[in-house]
């Protein structure tokens, strides 16, 4: 019988060791584990518009929609390489000089006034975009048009523009195949460059851009299966063209509900833009990813690491504040204009309808409206009494 107790002692601390209490300092490092989970610890995004013409103003505003939605979710300016073809906000056709809408009530200005363009024009090319991925830019090269990532970055890519099966068109004088950019990515793995990737492209036929991907740890999105069209949205008569591309215009609805703490993953992205909605077919691509889809938060990619810092202690968030005598309230006016990403959400826009514009006279009616009475004076009463007139 003694041997069997000892046996049933030995029994019980054994699975008292593998199966111990839960106490506060084990649920607090649980916490700590999901939160640092990706094992990331800073977030980076290149936003490329790679269209030039007035009539791609809505790749424009794709490319602003983007970096106006990761700019809210924290990713500072330091940390976004932001590349527009062509400057749609200062061109001579647009009839709200320094603007650039992405919805029809034009309540969205996505361009605002504190927006940092690191490449602009024709100097958006396949070369600087290849060359901004792999780091093999000119040593005097400034800091905002580098991507200065390391092995613990979580890096976005956007693109958006015209493009083919197995092609995206810059400037519409250059492409860039699917093998150049596979060949990139892992260039950038090699060099570790990055932890993560999210690739999310709005072009026709934008499935075979990933199709000949190879790097580890790439997750990848695209608006159009091969031989389908990316199709426009909202079309503005007062502008003449459309306002966006519909696979981004329904992703820029998406993140407007996600907030830094947000608990939305990647699956929830995926179902973003149904045919419904979007008419052509979107993709994505997971295969290479190592995590599970269903555990990779929104903001591991549009979001910003922050530093936290974890204790146990009680920590007193009202402070005791001395009573001060009641005093006539005085109403505060701030003279600071507000940025565009404090501007009405996008969510409350879109439902909104449009607000009715200020009618004016086209040019020359008002020439015309007078010739049409001196006409019809001189049918009526001929030129003997045009001194009645003078």
């Given at each position: ?19 111990p209490?839960p106490?506060a ?8 584990n ?13 936003l490329?518009?790679?269209s030039?013409?007035w009539?791609n ?10 970096y ?8 500072p300016?330091?940390?976004?390489v932001?590349?527009l073809?062509d400057?749609?906000?200062?061109n ?13 009530n034009?309540?969205l ?7 940092e363009v690191?490449y602009?024009g ?5 070369e ?14 400034p800091?905002?048009?580098r ?15 015209h493009g ?10 250059e492409?860039?195949?699917?093998v150049e950019?596979a060949?990139?990515?892992e260039?950038?793995?090699?060099k570790?460059?990055y932890n ?5 492209i709005d ?14 740890n790439?997750m ?9 069209d ?14 966006m591309?519909?696979y981004?215009?329904y ?7 996600i ?6 993953n990647?699956n929830?992205?995926?179902k973003?833009c ?5 008419v ?6 997971r295969?290479?990813f190592?995590r ?11 979001g910003?690491v922050r ?7 009680t920590v ?5 504040v ?5 005093e006539?309230?005085t ?5 600071e204009?507000q940025?565009y990403?404090?501007?009405?959400p996008?969510?409350?826009?879109i ?29 009526t009463?001929?030129?003997?009494h045009?001194?009645?007139i003078?």
């Open positions: 019988m003694s041997v069997c107790s000892l046996c049933f002692g030995f029994f019980v601390l054994f699975a008292l060791f593998l199966d209490a106490v300092t084990d649920s607090v490092e649980a916490k700590a999901q939160f640092f989970r990706s094992g990331h610890t800073n977030n980076w995004a290149v490329v518009c790679t030039r013409f009539f103003y809505r790749h424009v505003a794709n490319t602003l929609s983007v106006r939605s990761v700019k809210r979710l924290g990713i300016d330091s940390r976004i932001l590349m073809a400057d749609m906000a200062c001579h056709r647009n009839p709200k000089p320094a603007t650039v809408f992405s919805h029809k034009m309540e200005n996505v361009y605002g006034d504190d927006v690191d602009r024709y100097e958006v090319t396949v600087n975009f290849l060359r901004v991925l792999t780091g093999r830019l000119p040593p005097s090269t800091r905002s048009k991507l200065l990532s390391d092995d613990r970055s979580n890096i976005l890519i956007y693109l958006t523009g083919g099966n197995g092609f995206l068109k810059f400037q519409d004088s492409e860039i195949s699917n950019l060949d990139a990515f260039q950038m793995w090699q570790r460059r993560e990737l999210l690739f999310i072009t026709c036929q934008g499935v075979s851009m990933y199709e000949r991907f190879y790097s580890p790439v990848a999105l695209a608006s159009s299966q091969v031989g389908e990316s199709l426009s949205h909202q079309p503005d008569l007062a502008i003449g063209v459309h306002l591309d519909r981004t215009f992703l820029l609805e998406f993140l407007e509900d907030h830094p703490a947000s608990q939305a990647m929830d992205l995926f973003v149904p045919k419904s909605q979007c052509s077919t979107p993709g994505h691509r295969d290479l190592q599970d889809p269903g555990s990779v938060l929104i903001t591991d990619f549009f910003s530093k936290v810092e974890i204790t146990t202690e007193s968030l009202t402070p005791s001395p009573e001060q005598q009641d006539p309230a109403i505060m006016t701030s003279s204009p940025t990403v404090q501007q009405l996008v969510a409350e826009i439902h909104q309808k449009p607000r009715q514009k200020e009618w004016h006279p086209p040019d020359g009616f008002i020439l015309g409206l007078w010739t049409l009475i001196l006409l019809v004076f001189f049918k009463y001929g030129i003997k045009l001194k009645h003078f």
